[in-house]
T-cell receptor, first 112, second 115 residues
Framework: EPEVTQTPSHQVTQMGQEVILRCVPISNHLYFYWYRQILGQKVEFLVSFYNNEISEKSEIFDDQFSVERPDGSNFTLKIRSTKLEDSAMYFC??????????FGPGTRLLVL | AQKITQTQPGMFVQEKEAVTLDCTYDTSDPSYGLFWYKQPSSGEMIFLIYQGSYDQQNATEGRYSLNFQKARKSANLVISASQLGDSAMYFCAMTIGNYGQNFVFGPGTRLSVLP
């Protein structure tokens, strides 16, 4: 059964450094999403992406964040200059449209 | 804006018994979807069940069923015959519209199944 994959599973970085989180959505899906979950809290929407552009973003998704689909399979989230409060689990998700979103296993980001 | 409320931060249930996890939602959009996800301690988000706002029947998936009461704006998850492996966080989520809309998640309920 196809699944969303994410790399790395864990990332530790210094405050102020750039990080790129990678996702490979399910191959026939058209909509891609990033969510984050700060430890012990609920899952929060960051951004959705369709047809090679951002379709929606939350107030969390400020200028420090960017997303890209550099080729036909990868979907990346870049944080330009990480802050301590960016420490969280980051989930990528995808779907074909109106049905459920399928989540990847997440990348646990720790900013020191 | 849409909102999801889960009023039970934690629940306990005896193994083999049924348990209901509460979820209420708020939206003015007539077209929406309601979802439940399970998050075990390993952290991944596992899709359990989906209910569309126009679906006439309550959704069922194996031991999971969704008690959808549209007038009350509630979408409670019922787990029958609880198993130890059901111990996890459970999130209710909603999306509005038809395509490509983001999820709004509730705060979650931590379910502990007792042997």
């Amino acid at each position: 059964e196809p699944e969303v994959t994410q790399t790395p599973s864990h990332q530790v970085t210094q405050m102020g450094q750039e990080v790129i989180l990678r996702c490979v959505p399910i191959s026939n899906h058209l909509y891609f999403y990033w969510y984050r979950q700060i430890l012990g809290q609920k899952v929060e929407f960051l951004v959705s992406f369709y047809n090679n552009e951002i379709s929606e973003k939350s107030e969390i998704f400020d200028d420090q964040f960017s997303v890209e689909r550099p080729d036909g399979s990868n979907f990346t989230l870049k944080i330009r200059s990480t802050k301590l409060e960016d420490s969280a689990m980051y989930f990528c998700a995808s779907n074909r449209g109106g049905e459920t979103q399928y989540f990847g296993p997440g990348t646990r980001l720790l900013v020191l | 804006a849409q909102k999801i409320t889960q009023t039970q931060p934690g629940m306990f249930v005896q193994e083999k018994e049924a348990v209901t996890l509460d979820c209420t939602y708020d939206t003015s959009d007539p077209s929406y979807g309601l979802f439940w996800y399970k998050q075990p301690s390993s952290g991944e988000m596992i899709f359990l069940i989906y209910q569309g706002s126009y679906d006439q029947q309550n959704a069922t998936e194996g031991r999971y069923s969704l008690n959808f009461q549209k007038a009350r704006k509630s979408a409670n998850l019922v787990i029958s015959a609880s198993q130890l492996g059901d111990s996890a966080m459970y999130f209710c989520a909603m999306t509005i519209g038809n395509y490509g809309q983001n999820f709004v998640f509730g705060p979650g309920t931590r379910l502990s199944v007792l042997p």
